[in-house]
């Protein structure tokens, strides 16, 4: 009997220390400093070339990169809060100021900080980067590959000024206008699982079922169902029901992980966007039987619709709440409220403003559904944000900023309210709406046991001219 004792009293000391490590693991995840390494061209990039900058991080979060003179004054902001994976992140990077001329030749310090998907942050990377001059056209005219690079630097500033113009462009796919792009090196495909973010918006040539990119794009492929991505703001209830019950393709990665959207399903394809894990919803287009499918969605860097290839394998399919839904009008900036096939109520919202500088600052729109309740945050330094869920990796439905945890002044937002004023998250009024009652705090009651809500965003099809900002 006294060794059942001990064998007993050895059994709980057991379990108690695995239910100790399991409780010191959940807390380092929550706690855990990213370690961040970077690494950049030994010879430097010259003035106005495209160059690639890779940052390794042990853990997946959010990446901001600055460009410093010499003196320690900023000089230009490459990455501001965009998404990274753990592990190898090519950046590319044109060598030009928010002006588009061509930075002066000398040394830089490159300053990353990488924000963990639980807030962590850590202390700012800092390495040199050589900007060597600019190279003169008996340079550029004497190979290929410095050819392709010019193009692709000059491509990628006529992109970003340009960019109220894509609509016009995309309507059918112009094939003619981009070989800047597909010219581009293949240099991020040279190591393997290394991720890569494009920093540059612009039109790509793609395979047999050609490829449709901006905003404006005028309709989706032809299907016999295409739910959401047939639809508008003006649909009927009963159509917009429909979109919000019905099933959703996704892929299976991570909520704060991505997966690329390829021009091509052939070798030497190159990415033209991501699409986020778990709560992003995909348009799948054709299943193929070379293991690929064609999709469409709008992408996270800015918000532009995309169409192209991504393995079918990473697709799996999210079965939406049926009791609730949500609408978000990014034209009107309104924020409504379905139950069970009925409209209840509506408020205003403000969803992302984009600039030439941080296009990633647009909320895509598309279809998705409600994932981790994140509570309160801190708002970029500009106060705190209650009641916020993860729709869509970086981005949350929130209450608009006050100076307090718990509420109170909310004078810095409230004006901004029905209009487009955020880095793309959708920032909800906090007083109940004299349509239906709704406000942040009730959404966040009905997605306590709710969860998987679909949110329906509606593209602003003619988006007002991007601020240089």
């Given at each position: 009997?006294?060794?059942?004792?001990?064998?007993?009293?050895?059994?709980l000391?057991?379990?108690l220390?695995?239910?100790s490590?399991?409780?010191?693991a959940?807390?380092?995840?929550?706690t855990?400093?990213?370690?961040?390494k970077?690494?950049?061209?030994?010879?430097?990039?010259?003035?106005?070339?495209?160059g690639?900058?890779?940052?390794?991080?042990?853990?997946?979060?959010?990446?901001t990169?600055?460009l410093?003179?010499?003196?320690?004054a900023e000089?230009?902001?490459?990455a501001?809060?965009?998404?990274?994976?753990?592990?190898?992140?090519?950046i590319?990077?044109?060598?030009?100021?928010?002006?588009?001329?061509?930075?002066?030749a000398?040394?830089?310090?490159?300053?990353?900080?990488?924000?963990?998907?639980?807030?962590?942050?850590?202390?700012?990377?800092?390495?040199?980067?050589?900007?060597?001059?600019?190279?003169?056209s008996a340079?550029l005219?004497?190979?290929?590959?410095?050819?392709?690079?010019?193009?692709?630097?000059?491509?990628?500033?006529?992109?970003?000024a340009?960019?109220?113009?894509?609509?016009?462009?995309?309507?059918?796919?112009?094939k003619?206008e981009?070989p800047?792009?597909?010219?581009?090196p293949?240099?991020?495909?040279t190591?393997?699982?290394?991720?890569?973010?494009?920093?540059?918006?612009?039109?790509?040539e793609?395979?047999e079922?050609?490829?449709?990119?901006g905003?404006?794009?005028?309709?989706?492929?032809?299907q016999?169902?295409?739910?959401?991505?047939?639809?508008?703001?003006?649909?009927?209830d009963?159509?917009?029901?429909?979109?919000?019950?019905?099933?959703?393709?996704?892929?299976?990665?991570?909520?704060?992980?991505?997966?690329?959207i390829?021009?091509?399903?052939?070798?030497?394809?190159?990415?033209?966007?991501t699409?986020?894990?778990?709560?992003?919803?995909?348009?799948?287009?054709?299943?193929r039987?070379?293991?690929?499918?064609?999709?469409?969605?709008?992408?996270?860097?800015?918000?532009?619709?995309?169409?192209?290839?991504i393995?079918?394998?990473?697709?799996?399919?999210?079965?939406?709440?049926?009791?609730?839904?949500?609408?978000?009008d990014?034209?009107?900036?309104t924020?409504?409220?379905?139950?069970?096939?009925?409209?209840?109520?509506?408020?205003s919202?403000?969803?992302?403003?984009?600039?030439?500088?941080y296009?990633?600052?647009?909320?895509?729109?598309?279809?998705f559904?409600t994932?981790?309740?994140?509570?309160?945050?801190?708002y970029?330094?500009?106060?705190?944000?209650?009641?916020t869920i993860?729709?869509?990796?970086?981005?949350?439905?929130?209450e608009i900023?006050?100076?307090?945890?718990?509420?109170?002044?909310?004078s810095?937002?409230?004006?901004?309210?029905?209009?487009?004023?955020?880095?793309?998250?959708?920032?909800?009024?906090?007083?109940?709406?004299?349509d239906?009652?709704i406000?942040?705090e009730?959404?966040w009651?009905i997605?306590?046991?709710?969860?998987?809500?679909?949110?329906?965003?509606?593209?602003?099809?003619?988006?007002?001219?991007?601020?240089?900002?």
């Amino acid at each position: 009997m006294k060794h059942l004792r001990i064998i007993l009293a050895l059994t709980l000391c057991l379990a108690l220390a695995c239910m100790s490590s399991v409780a010191l693991a959940a807390k380092d995840q929550f706690t855990e400093v990213p370690k961040v390494k970077l690494a950049v061209p030994e010879d430097g990039i010259p003035s106005r070339q495209l160059g690639y900058l890779t940052v390794n991080s042990n853990i997946p979060g959010f990446i901001t990169m600055t460009l410093l003179s010499s003196s320690g004054a900023e000089v230009l902001s490459i990455a501001d809060h965009a998404e990274i994976h753990s592990g190898d992140n090519n950046i590319e990077f044109v060598a030009v100021d928010e002006t588009n001329k061509g930075l002066a030749a000398g040394d830089y310090t490159l300053s990353v900080k990488v924000e963990s998907q639980f807030g962590v942050v850590c202390d700012p990377v800092t390495t040199t980067l050589v900007i060597n001059p600019e190279l003169d056209s008996a340079v550029l005219n004497g190979g290929a590959a410095a050819e392709n690079e010019t193009d692709s630097a000059d491509d990628s500033k006529a992109e970003t000024a340009a960019k109220t113009e894509t609509a016009a462009k995309t309507e059918t796919p112009a094939k003619t206008e981009t070989p800047a792009k597909t010219e581009t090196p293949a240099k991020t495909e040279t190591a393997a699982n290394t991720n890569t973010i494009t920093m540059t918006t612009g039109e790509y040539e793609m395979g047999e079922e050609g490829l449709m990119i901006g905003v404006g794009v005028p309709d989706v492929a032809d299907q016999t169902d295409p739910g959401y991505w047939g639809l508008t703001p003006e649909s009927s209830d009963a159509e917009i029901w429909a979109a919000i019950i019905r099933d959703m393709p996704r892929v299976n990665v991570a909520e704060s992980e991505s997966a690329y959207i390829y021009n091509s399903t052939e070798k030497g394809r190159k990415r033209i966007g991501t699409v986020n894990g778990l709560s992003q919803g995909l348009n799948v287009i054709k299943e193929r039987d070379d293991g690929w499918s064609l999709v469409e969605c709008y992408r996270n860097e800015d918000g532009a619709f995309v169409r192209g290839y991504i393995n079918s394998s990473k697709i799996t399919v999210a079965v939406p709440n049926d009791q609730y839904g949500i609408v978000v009008d990014k034209k009107a900036q309104t924020l409504t409220v379905y139950k069970e096939g009925q409209r209840i109520g509506s408020c205003s919202v403000t969803t992302g403003l984009p600039t030439v500088k941080y296009p990633v600052r647009e909320t895509p729109a598309g279809e998705f559904v409600t994932a981790t309740r994140r509570g309160t945050l801190d708002y970029y330094g500009q106060g705190y944000t209650r009641f916020t869920i993860r729709f869509n990796g970086i981005y949350h439905i929130r209450e608009i900023a006050s100076t307090s945890k718990n509420g109170g002044d909310y004078s810095k937002m409230e004006a901004a309210l029905g209009t487009k004023s955020t880095r793309g998250s959708i920032c909800i009024q906090a007083e109940p709406s004299a349509d239906g009652g709704i406000n942040a705090e009730w959404i966040w009651n009905i997605t306590e046991d709710n969860k998987r809500v679909k949110i329906l965003i509606f593209d602003d099809k003619e988006r007002t001219e991007v601020p240089d900002l």
